[in-house]
């Protein structure tokens, strides 16, 4: 069992859509991160949460401790979103890494 | 933000070979460094913790020998890919910050091996 879990795998939305990727893991951490990488391989943090909730234009990131789950929110999307999305865990000691989401935003 | 530098982005070898691939963080002291693998359209991959004065924490199933992991100072770690074979063809990247807890992490822009 992976200590990290994404959902959906791909993706594929019209652009404009709202879109929710989901992350569960079964560790203890101290930190989740949301990572967004393009196709040319590069990878952006988007988030790190602990706690709560974050946002940053268009792109909105939860997590609930208790449930041990975090989504990532996209609003209006847009084709350039179109990218692999990896949610990740820190556990002080350790990272876990997600599968990853592939999202593709049609125009 | 902080700014990781990755080199170099691409580079193809012969079958037994050694490639080093370095990682600077440009605008920071990065004490701890961490180097990833990645397959195609899977995940990344964490292959070990580089941290800056003392050996590299490898993960379970890592050659240690095999990838040599360097971090000579604080803004500067490398890995060398010895004797290098096709199975080791892989994208590579590497990620830094100050402070692993409460921070952000910080990828180079990853380099492709291609092992011929």
């Given at each position: 069992k992976n200590e990290?879990?994404?959902?959906?795998?791909?993706?594929?939305?019209?652009?404009?859509?709202?879109?929710?990727?989901?992350?569960?893991?079964?560790?203890?951490?101290?930190?989740?991160?949301?990572?967004?990488?393009?196709?040319?391989?590069?990878?952006?943090?988007?988030?790190?949460?602990?706690?709560?909730?974050?946002?940053?234009?268009?792109?909105?990131?939860?997590?609930?401790?208790?449930?041990?789950?975090?989504?990532?929110?996209?609003?209006?999307?847009?084709?350039?979103?179109?990218?692999?999305?990896?949610?990740?865990?820190?556990?002080?000691?350790?990272?876990?890494?997600?599968?990853?989401?592939?999202?593709?935003?049609?125009? | 933000g902080a700014v990781v530098s990755q080199h170099p982005s691409w580079v193809i070898c012969k079958s037994g070979t050694s490639v080093k691939i370095e990682c600077r963080s440009l605008d920071f002291q990065a004490t701890t460094m961490f180097w990833y693998r990645q397959f195609p359209k899977q995940s990344l991959m964490l292959m070990a913790t580089s941290n800056e004065g003392s050996k590299a924490t490898y993960e379970q199933g890592v050659e240690k020998d095999k990838f040599l992991i360097n971090h000579a100072s604080l803004t500067l770690s490398t890995l060398t890919v010895t004797s290098a074979h096709p199975e080791d063809s892989s994208f590579y990247i590497c990620s830094a910050n100050r402070d692993r807890v409460r921070e952000k992490l910080f990828f180079g822009s990853g380099t492709q091996l291609s092992v011929l």
């Amino acid at each position: 069992k992976n200590e990290v879990e994404q959902s959906p795998q791909n993706l594929t939305a019209q652009e404009g859509e709202f879109i929710t990727i989901n992350c569960s893991y079964s560790v203890g951490i101290s930190a989740l991160h949301w990572l967004q990488q393009h196709p040319g391989g590069g990878i952006v943090s988007l988030f790190m949460l602990s706690s709560g909730k974050k946002k940053h234009g268009r792109l909105i990131a939860t997590i609930n401790i208790q449930e041990k789950h975090s989504s990532l929110h996209i609003t209006a999307s847009h084709p350039r979103d179109s990218a692999v999305y990896i949610c990740a865990v820190n556990t002080g000691n350790q990272f876990y890494f997600g599968t990853g989401t592939s999202l593709t935003v049609i125009p | 933000g902080a700014v990781v530098s990755q080199h170099p982005s691409w580079v193809i070898c012969k079958s037994g070979t050694s490639v080093k691939i370095e990682c600077r963080s440009l605008d920071f002291q990065a004490t701890t460094m961490f180097w990833y693998r990645q397959f195609p359209k899977q995940s990344l991959m964490l292959m070990a913790t580089s941290n800056e004065g003392s050996k590299a924490t490898y993960e379970q199933g890592v050659e240690k020998d095999k990838f040599l992991i360097n971090h000579a100072s604080l803004t500067l770690s490398t890995l060398t890919v010895t004797s290098a074979h096709p199975e080791d063809s892989s994208f590579y990247i590497c990620s830094a910050n100050r402070d692993r807890v409460r921070e952000k992490l910080f990828f180079g822009s990853g380099t492709q091996l291609s092992v011929l």
